[in-house]
């Protein structure tokens, strides 16, 4: 019922920053809640950030808090996340994802995902 497409990574210096979009498609998400999730190589994906469907709501993970911030655009189903002071451990595929309902941490909550985008943060 969703289509999602990642955007916007890319490889940038420590310190620097990126914007990545996830473009919704197929019908209206403003009921949806996003997440952002990541996934280094050899390591499970973990929980990035979400929000809720009316943006008033949002969590992060203790390792990007203060560094990104997740927001949403629902005129344009668009959901994006400023990520700031990148460093080496950001580096992974990106992908964000969407449900029904309430904002969630976990990545079994989320029905529909994106195919992802690479974040490479040179030292």
């Known amino acids: 019922q969703v289509h999602l497409v990642e955007s916007g990574g890319g490889l940038v210096q420590a310190g620097g920053s990126l914007r990545l979009s996830c473009a919704a498609s197929?019908?209206?998400?403003?009921?949806?809640?996003w997440g952002w999730f990541r996934q280094a190589p050899w390591k499970e994906r973990e929980f990035v950030a979400t929000?809720?469907?009316?943006?008033?709501?949002?969590d992060y993970a203790d390792s990007v808090k203060c560094r990104f911030t997740i927001s949403r655009d629902n005129a344009n189903n668009t959901v994006y996340l400023q990520m700031n002071s990148l460093q080496p451990e950001d580096t992974a595929v990106y992908y964000c994802?969407?449900?029904?309902?309430?904002?969630?941490?976990?990545?079994?909550?989320?029905?529909?995902w994106g195919q992802g985008t690479q974040v490479t943060v040179s030292s």
């Open positions: 929000i809720s469907p009316s943006g008033s709501n949002t």
């Open positions: 197929g019908r209206t998400v403003s009921s949806y809640a």
């Open positions: 994802a969407a449900r029904v309902g309430s904002y969630a941490w976990s990545s079994r909550m989320y029905n529909y």
